[in-house]
């Protein structure tokens, strides 16, 4: 049995909002595999929930007359993985979050839960930084658009305003259109742990597959929050592709992050691995990019 | 909180009364006493609970009972035969000797229901990564191992002889 004083599972977004609005404190329970967590610790325990998982508006994945893809919050991590559009357009996402916990885990979890839970090591962040995601926020006073670098805040806080709900996380077309990439994600085991380190890159070379026209790196727990490194972006735009360059590239990410010291690793090792993983994740994305193996 | 469900356990509709602070772990065992379901550590870390949703393995113990309205349930004690005959699965799990002291076996069992039911073959190592979600104290894996490869090919084989 969990400890719960009262929940109250809304049966559509508006009257989620406004059960949001009545009672503040009440916290969102999506997949249930944070919050429930949280309760059994005791860090929720005794909490009012609003359950939102009736809300088949918030579920499922489709594709905009731009080209713009739409992922709602509510759609899980096996389901984002398995969709067609994601397969064909986005699958370092779709590779990234086969990386959360274990098969039963990604038949639960929700990527709007592991972007509204805000903590730096989340699978999907990384990668949806790196994709330029953009974020539908949705309150009493109607609809706000944020990009996902403004959302994360601070460990575990996210910019929801109050009565808010993420509705939508949305890729336009310009930020996945040809571009290749690759997300590895560190960890203790190959399951069932969360990441020492996570890094997303995405790529997109010119015709002749030997420059880099734009590149995306971006980290998760290489600082409090998921975070992009632009000046390593800079310095690959533009460049021949060699192993110099991705060096280089390396180099500079390493001067961006600012991991710290846990139970799990040192900064050192932390950025060790920044220099690591920042290389063989532009290699391996330059090859899905079309350009040749390093 | 008492709320009345209606659900398919096993193949059976059912009506049950729940609390809506329980989760489908302490419904199926405490109130449906289908205590195939084991609970190991409550925090969706070990897979010893998982069930069936709709066809999606999933850890009962971070599922809320009140989440199964609607829905069709499948346990251990759903997959026993007219006759009480071990399924397929089970029988290999005999055969590969992949059960010591049992306690996380109907857990993995379920999980190679939904991996076998894909009707695909799969590599050892996709194996691996498709029961990453359960813990095992006793086994050390290989014959789990081995028992998921045994269905899965089983299926397969079975599958391909009934194509023209
Ligand atoms: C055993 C285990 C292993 C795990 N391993 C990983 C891992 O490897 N990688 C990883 O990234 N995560 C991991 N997680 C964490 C978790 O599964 C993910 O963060 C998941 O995405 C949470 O989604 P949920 O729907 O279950 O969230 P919930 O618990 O329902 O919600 C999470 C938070 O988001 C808020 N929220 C949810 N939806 C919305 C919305 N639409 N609008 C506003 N707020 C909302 C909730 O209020 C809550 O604060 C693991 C969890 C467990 C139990
Ligand atoms: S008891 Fe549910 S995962 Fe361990
Ligand atoms: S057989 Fe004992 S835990 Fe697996």
């Not at chain 1, 249930?32 to 994945?61: F, H, P, Q, T």
């Not at chain 1, 991590?77 to 996402?93: M, Y």
């Not at chain 1, 070379?205 to 590149?215: F, G, H, R």
């Not at chain 1, 632009?230 to 310095?235: C, F, L, P, Q, S």
Request: glycine content about 10%.
């Amino acid at each position: 049995m969990y400890d719960i004083e009262k929940i109250y599972d809304a049966v559509s977004l508006d009257d989620a909002i406004r059960a949001r609005v009545e009672d503040p404190e009440a916290v969102i329970i999506a997949g249930g595999s944070d919050v429930l967590i949280k309760i059994r610790e005791g860090k929720l325990a005794g909490c009012r929930l609003i359950g939102i998982r009736a809300i088949k508006e918030l579920e499922g994945i489709s594709m905009d007359g731009d080209g713009c893809i739409h992922i709602r919050p509510l759609t899980t991590f096996s389901h984002i993985t398995f969709h067609p559009l994601i397969r064909e357009h986005l699958p370092v996402l779709g590779y990234a979050v086969d990386q959360v916990g274990g098969p039963q885990i990604r038949n639960i979890g929700t990527i709007g839960g592991n972007v509204c839970n805000g903590v730096t090591s989340a699978d999907s962040a990384s990668t949806l930084f790196a994709y330029n995601a953009v974020l539908e926020l949705t309150g009493p006073d109607g609809k706000r658009t944020l990009p996902i670098a403004e959302f994360y805040t601070g460990p575990g806080h996210v910019g929801l305003g109050p009565a808010e709900l993420l509705t939508d996380i949305m890729i336009a077309k310009k930020d996945y259109d040809g571009f290749g990439g690759h997300y590895i994600k560190y960890a203790q085991r190959n399951a069932m742990d969360i990441a020492t380190l996570g890094c997303s890159a995405i790529c997109r070379l010119n015709a002749s597959k030997n420059t880099i026209e734009d590149l995306r790196l971006a980290f998760g727990v290489a600082g409090p929050i998921p975070m992009r490194c632009h000046k390593a972006e800079e310095a690959a735009r533009g460049q021949l592709i060699s192993p110099q360059l991705l060096e280089q590239i390396a180099l500079t990410a390493e001067s961006e992050v600012n991991p710290r010291t846990s139970w799990r690793a040192s900064r050192e090792f932390r950025l060790q691995l920044v220099r690591e993983l920042s290389q063989r994740a532009c290699k391996q994305a330059i090859i899905h990019a079309g350009g040749a193996d390093l | 909180m008492t709320k009345i469900i209606h659900c398919t356990v096993n193949g059976q509709e059912t009506e049950v009364a729940i609390d809506i602070r329980e989760s489908l772990a302490d419904m199926l065992r405490q109130r449906l006493h289908l205590t195939s379901v084991k609970k190991g550590c409550e925090v969706g870390e070990c897979g010893a609970c998982t069930v069936l949703v709709d066809g999606e393995a999933i850890d009962s113990c971070i599922y809320l009972a009140d989440w199964a309205d609607g829905k069709h349930i499948l346990t251990v004690e759903g997959l026993r035969g007219p006759n009480g005959e071990l399924s397929p699965i089970q029988q290999a799990f005999i055969e590969e000797a992949a059960v010591q002291c049992g306690f996380c076996t109907p857990g993995i069992i379920m999980s190679a229901v939904e991996i076998v039911g894909s009707g695909k073959q799969y590599t050892r190592d996709e194996i691996r990564k498709l029961i990453s979600g359960h813990l095992c104290r006793c086994t050390g894996y290989q014959n789990i191992l081995n028992a998921v490869e045994r269905a899965v090919n089983e299926a397969y084989q079975f599958l391909q002889q009934g194509e023209p």
